[in-house]
């Protein structure tokens, strides 16, 4: 079975700040990273072990619920900063 195609894309930006007051290779640098910046929901491939793997029940009536898509593989947009002492 072939599910829903998987996209993420990251991203990271940083500024070195050097302090020559202290030492000639004393270098502070600020990070700011985010991971999946477009928040695209990444779906799972339906779980087929769940019993609900059937399109019609004993009655011939639809199942609403095969084939669907509740979980995800990837997580929600993440964004962290931090500095960095870098000697």
């Not at 072939?2 to 500024?15: A, E, Q, T």
């Not at 779980?47 to 995800?72: E, Q, R, V």
């Amino acid at each position: 079975m072939i599910g829903p195609g998987l996209m993420n894309l990251d991203f990271s930006i940083f500024k070195n700040n050097p302090i020559k007051s202290v030492s000639e290779t004393l270098n502070l640098q600020f990070r700011a990273e985010f991971f999946n910046i477009l928040n695209r929901a990444n779906f799972a491939v339906p779980d087929w072990n769940s019993g609900n793997d059937d399109i019609f029940d004993a009655t011939g009536a639809p199942n609403g619920t095969a084939g669907l898509l509740t979980t995800t593989v990837t997580d929600p947009r993440e964004i962290q900063f931090a500095l960095k002492l870098i000697w």
